[in-house]
């Protein structure tokens, strides 16, 4: 009996209707439990619904949600995240303990998104009552993961859709991208609860059944679907070129230092030569791997790389800082990168469009221009225009591909837009350095796969230290180069179609959706008031 009792007690407390202290401590399990299922851990994507189905059913019976999901949030974060604390400094940064106050900073940040949508939620669950506010629960869930990513402090960094990279679920990804399977997890989430207990009418449970059902389907079905993208016209046969990715792993202290300028040119003149060498027509160098305004006056610099381009007889794809003067006298400086031809020519550029707040630019200084005096050790890059379809000439016709620098391939919708201007490849150029041998550059690798999946084309990652790597058009890997390591990463990248539902649609399908399931609720919930 006791045992019996003990297990009721347990299941009860699991279930929401212990004291708030217990709902609390579950919350904390649970945002630990999501942080499992997450890059770069695999194995435990199921714990994704879990996760969710527990911190849902500790808020609807908490007396304060916003409390309860800020502290859910702020747990996962700090696990999700905790490498952020050994980052290494940049030399620019005023002193060493702010690279701490930052980590912390960005965490409680993240986390105060999941108090402002439980705080709204527990708005909505006072005017409809527990069980019609659970059920809405699950797109309160999606709302928020959207919100994270949006304006100047956007972070999407591993949304709950991260967790199904490297399963057999990962086909999902093109029919709604992360955010659909965001939601997938929500609902699951919300089937568990309604499973094991909560104080659901019947017709809630029906219907709760039936939306986990719908969305389910549509994800799988979306998944086969292979629309066309609007304007593209895909060359038959396929664009192929023989491409390498260099990891030329240049220490971060040797990097930026003039006189160490051979750190650089070395290692990426033998490794270019050798994939030049084994047949590579397209090399691909990392994130400023010249690291000096060679387009203004490093001009040595820049007669260098296009020597080496000339007896290469390839076509570099390269990371550099650049600028420019404004008729009004300022400078502009980006984090930019460019298209050199056989010939040594730089045919097309792409500047980074989404810089990474704080760390690249002072967010919001158009609105309040005094945050462009702090100093906390920014770059303070400029914005270049949105990724556009570079081109390189094959006998099949153009292989088009478009960058994405750094920070930019946690967003879903820079990737889908590029491909929606014309590109059917993805070229990550990173510099994780800075992350050491943590979980962050392991995670940064999976989101730039999860881009590649989404948009049905193949991808390549160089990153100075590593880890570089090009997947086909489902995100699979093809070759790789882990943390740490010197060398080069080949393979023959056919050019993606792009014709995936997500690249077509992006995620309104899914908002559709989730506005009819809000809107059934609603009408079921003002007939309910009616009969009463």
Known sequence: MNAIGEKSGLLAILAGRGSERSRLSVAVGAGLLLALALPPVRGFFWLAPVALALLFSQMVHSDRPGRLAWLFGLVHQTALLHWLFFLVPAKTIPFAALAQIQAALTIF?????YAIIGWLWGRLRRLTGPGWAL???????????VWRGWGEMGFPWCLSGAAVIDTPLMPLLQASGEIGVSALWAFLALALVAVWGADLEPRLKVLSGAMTATLVVGLVIGSQLTPAVPGARTPTPTPT????AIQADVALGDKWVDGKIDSTRVPYSALTRAAADSGAQFVVWAETALPAYVLLTDIPLLNWTRRLVQRSGIYLYTGFPDARRMPDGRTERYNSSGLFDPAGTVVDKYAKYHLLPIGESMPFTSLIPALAKVDVGQAEWTPGQPPQAMKIPTPEGDFAFSGLICF??????????????GSRCLVVLTNDGWFGETAGPRQHTDLARLRAAECGVPLIRCANN???LITDDHGRIQDQLG???RGIVQADVTAGTGRTLYVRFGAWPLFWLLVTWLGTLAVFRWRRGLAA
């Open 109 to 113: 940040y993240v986390s105060a998104f």
């Open 241 to 244: 070129l023989k491409v390498a």
């Open 135 to 145: 059920a809405a629960l699950p797109v309160f869930w999606v709302a928020l993961e």
């Open 483 to 485: 943390l740490g390591r």
């Open 466 to 468: 590593g880890i570089s």
């Open 408 to 421: 930019e391939s946690a967003f879903s919708g820079l990737a889908r837009q590029s491909i929606l201007r």
